[in-house]
């Protein structure tokens, strides 16, 4: 089955930067878009950024436009989440997202890796 595995997540202080990882597997994506969203304590999920596996279209949210920056590997099977200049208003729980092109949502979830932005 899909398999999204998240890694990166740390306490960092503002104005830090962090790379998040996605190791994704048990799919072959390549009729997929790949996506990052979080979800603050008390607050809805919101999307962060996307990036299509194979043509590599990326669309961001107005918040981190600028900041982060979404990518993929498809020879590691990795995608990536760079974040520059952190803000404390960042910290969230980030989720790394997959779904097929035909769908409407992202229906593949991974774990979520904590992201803490002090100030």
């Known amino acids: 089955q899909v398999q999204l595995l998240e890694s990166g997540g740390e306490l960092v202080q503002a104005g830090g930067s962090l790379r998040l990882s996605c190791a994704a597997s048990?799919?072959?994506?390549?009729?997929?878009?790949m996506a990052w969203f979080r979800q603050a304590p008390g607050k809805e999920r919101e999307f962060v950024a996307s990036?299509?596996?194979?043509?590599?279209?990326?669309f961001y949210a107005a918040s981190v436009k600028g900041r982060f920056t979404i990518s993929r590997d498809n020879a590691k099977n990795t995608v990536s989440l760079r974040m520059n200049n952190l803000k404390p208003e960042d910290t969230a729980v980030y989720y790394c997202?997959?779904?097929?092109?035909?769908?409407?949502?992202?229906?593949?979830w991974g774990q979520g890796t904590q992201v803490t932005v002090s100030s």
């Open positions: 048990g799919r072959t994506f390549s009729n997929y878009r």
């Open positions: 990036i299509g596996w194979s043509d590599g279209t990326t």
């Open positions: 997202t997959a779904r097929a092109l035909v769908s409407t949502s992202y229906d593949y």
